[in-house]
């Protein structure tokens, strides 16, 4: 989980990234950073879900699916600010995929949530490869 002023939990060159935590009103929380190569028949399946005590069905905050440079030894997209915003919803359910083949991919992914409501949020997310 990466939140702003907070240790990024990078997931880069593992199988999955997930987070869960509580976003304040205009802060960001993000898993990943999650290095993305897929195969042919694959996919990347990025979820989150923001939910609290007054609405345990969710609340809708603002989510991004975010796009850098994959991160290798000589360098790529480290933190989640320098990537390029792909997809974007102002929702309670975030679910995303990109097949291989996208014109995004490959590419060093993150998905984050980012809050303007004036009580915090409880999210979970998840950056998944699979298929192939």
């Keep these: 989980m990466l939140a702003l002023d907070t240790a990024s939990s990078a997931a880069t060159g593992s199988d999955a990234a997930s987070a869960q935590g509580t976003v304040t ?16 028949g694959s996919f ?7 939910f ?11 989510w991004t699916l975010r796009r850098g440079e994959v991160i290798t030894s000589q360098g790529g997209t480290t933190f989640f600010t320098a990537a390029k915003v792909i997809r974007s919803e102002h ?27 004036s009580q915090s949020a409880l999210v979970d997310m998840s950056l998944n490869p699979t298929g192939a």
């Design 25 to 40: 009103r205009g802060a960001t929380v993000c898993a990943g950073p999650l290095n993305v190569h897929l195969s042919s």
């Design 44 to 50: 990347l399946a990025a979820n989150g879900f923001a």
């Design 52 to 62: 609290n005590s007054a609405n345990p069905n969710g609340v809708a905050i603002d």
């Design 91 to 117: 929702t309670a359910r975030f679910q995303v995929t990109l097949q291989a083949g996208d014109a995004n991919l490959p590419g060093s992914i993150w998905v984050c949530g980012t809050s303007s409501l």
